[in-house]
């Protein structure tokens, strides 16, 4: 996500949180970019990137939250569940 913004996004600024509690860890990536249209990017399939983060995301039992729209940066949280042995 990070690369993605690098990348593309013409952030200025990209902030990144990790946290974790009592069964699960959450990750947060915001920018300041430009922004996107998530649903044409999954539906014409491109992004790649995209792609990959959310098959990584569903292999791991998490749940991926994006919240971007064109001209208003993107913010990603992911939930991935802690497992105990």
Do not use: C
């Not at 990536?29 to 990584?56: A, L, M």
């Not at 990603?76 to 569940?81: A, D, G, N, R």
């Amino acid at each position: 996500m990070i690369n993605n913004a690098l990348k593309h996004s013409e952030a200025t600024k990209i902030v990144f949180g990790i946290e974790r509690f009592l069964n699960y860890i959450v990750l947060e990536i915001k920018d300041n970019g430009k922004g996107f249209s998530y649903p044409d990017i999954v539906k014409r399939g491109k992004g790649k990137g995209w792609e990959n983060i959310t098959n990584r995301v569903e292999v791991m039992n998490g749940d991926i939250f994006v919240d971007t729209s064109p001209g208003k940066g993107v913010s990603v949280t992911i939930q991935l569940p802690l497992t105990t042995s």
